[in-house]
């Protein structure tokens, strides 16, 4: 399936996860976008209403994972106590913006 993208689409990957803890009002998603800016990974991040945290992660399959792994431990003022990754298709977005 990934074949009608090109080449360019298929280096690529997307990941949605789910942040538990202690993740809001602390700097969490503003981390995680300089993080996704430095790592060159498309998507976004917004805080839910049952207090964690939700992402889409897109771009490079080593940075989106490097992504996961930021996200279970999050920033130093964050108590992640645990998170929910799940694969999707890729969309094709650019920047990363926080919501």
């Known amino acids: 399936m990934l074949e009608r993208y090109g080449s360019a689409m298929a280096q690529r990957t997307r990941r949605r996860v789910v942040v538990h803890g202690e993740v809001q009002g602390v700097f969490f998603r503003d981390a995680t976008r300089e993080e996704a800016t430095r790592r060159e990974v498309a998507g976004w991040v917004t805080n839910r209403d049952d207090g964690g945290v939700e992402a889409v992660f897109e771009g490079d399959i080593e940075a989106v994972d490097a992504m996961v792994r930021f996200c279970e ?12 990754a799940s694969e999707e298709e890729p969309e094709g977005l650019s920047g990363f913006s926080v919501r």
């Open 73 to 84: 431990e999050g920033p130093s003022s964050a108590d992640v106590e645990g998170v929910e």
